[in-house]
């Protein structure tokens, strides 16, 4: 019924925010802990799998399309195969300067991100600020994918280290808490960055119900509403690859636009092929 499903929606956004907040204690009391503790990892692991469920069914629910889940797991693999290999086969070097610039962004971002959410908690920011689900909060992934990217980097290569350096086996709890900081924020923006173009996909769906046997439909009004469902559709697709790639920005926007404009040809002759037979 919608009364539960609407208790259901309340209770996974309780969650989420419990568990990004509980998450980020925890996250940092390991970071900072010089003698790793195994049992706060594992509590860090099941925190953040209470978040990334609860969030999951949040932005599901939010676009109306489940499979968007399976596509975020299915992008963070890919993106963490592609990594790794890029890692070995190009035999990537971290250098202290590469290091810091890293972790100098990272930090920079974190906390940029943490002022945001406490004006968007108390009202300072509407609709969530530079992390709403908009243009604006699609950039602001995009930049964090990338930074996770390059995290998974220093991540693969204090695993190398560590072996290389003889580290005991404690540490390798280090590495997994490590690992698993940077994938569930892989995960969490590309789920974003697919939510995005979700959304508008399913409110053209409902502009393209609502217009359906009205002949007054202009061309102005057609085009909207193509543009939010097929358009959208073909555009976030060929977007993924250069966002994966690590491509600059002018490349990303360039191949969105040529799926946009490709979703737009093929909807046109799909639509006079339907209308003609």
């Known amino acids: 019924t919608p009364s539960e499903a609407h208790a259901a929606q309340g209770l996974a956004y309780s969650l989420a925010m419990g568990g990004a907040i509980i998450g980020l204690v925890l996250s940092l009391v390991n970071s900072f802990k010089k003698v790793v503790s195994p049992a706060l990892v594992i509590a860090y692991a099941v925190v953040e799998g209470v978040f990334v469920g609860a969030f999951s069914k ?15 797991v299915l992008a963070t693999m890919v993106a963490f195969a592609g990594t790794l290999a890029a890692y070995k086969f190009f035999n990537i070097q971290v250098t202290d300067k590469f290091r810091k610039v890293v972790t100098i962004a990272i930090f920079s971002f974190v906390g940029v991100m943490l002022v945001n959410f406490v004006l968007s908690l108390t009202g300072v920011l509407e609709s969530g600020g530079l992390r709403g689900f908009n243009t604006l909060g699609l950039l602001i992934s995009a930049v ?23 580290l005991p086996e404690r540490e390798s709890w280090r590495a997994a808490f490590g690992l698993t900081v940077t994938l569930v924020w892989l995960y969490i923006e590309l789920l974003r960055i697919l939510s995005e173009p979700s959304g ?9 119900l609502t217009a359906q046997r009205r002949i007054e439909t202009d061309e102005e009004q057609y085009l909207k509403i193509i543009g939010a469902k097929t358009a959208a559709l073909f555009a ?42």
């Open 58 to 72: 949040v932005v599901a629910s939010f676009v109306g399309d489940a499979s968007i889940v399976f596509q975020a």
């Open 144 to 166: 964090a994918v990338v930074l996770a990217v390059l995290m998974l980097i220093l991540d693969f290569d204090y695993v190398e280290q560590g072996v290389a350096a003889g």
């Open 200 to 208: 508008v996909i399913a409110e053209g769906e409902v502009e393209q």
């Open 236 to 277: 976030a697709a060929c977007r993924v690859a250069p966002v994966i790639a690590e491509a600059d920005e002018d490349a990303e926007l360039a191949v969105e636009s040529y799926g946009r404009n490709l979703g737009v040809a093929f909807q046109l002759i799909d639509d006079g092929v339907d209308y003609c037979s």
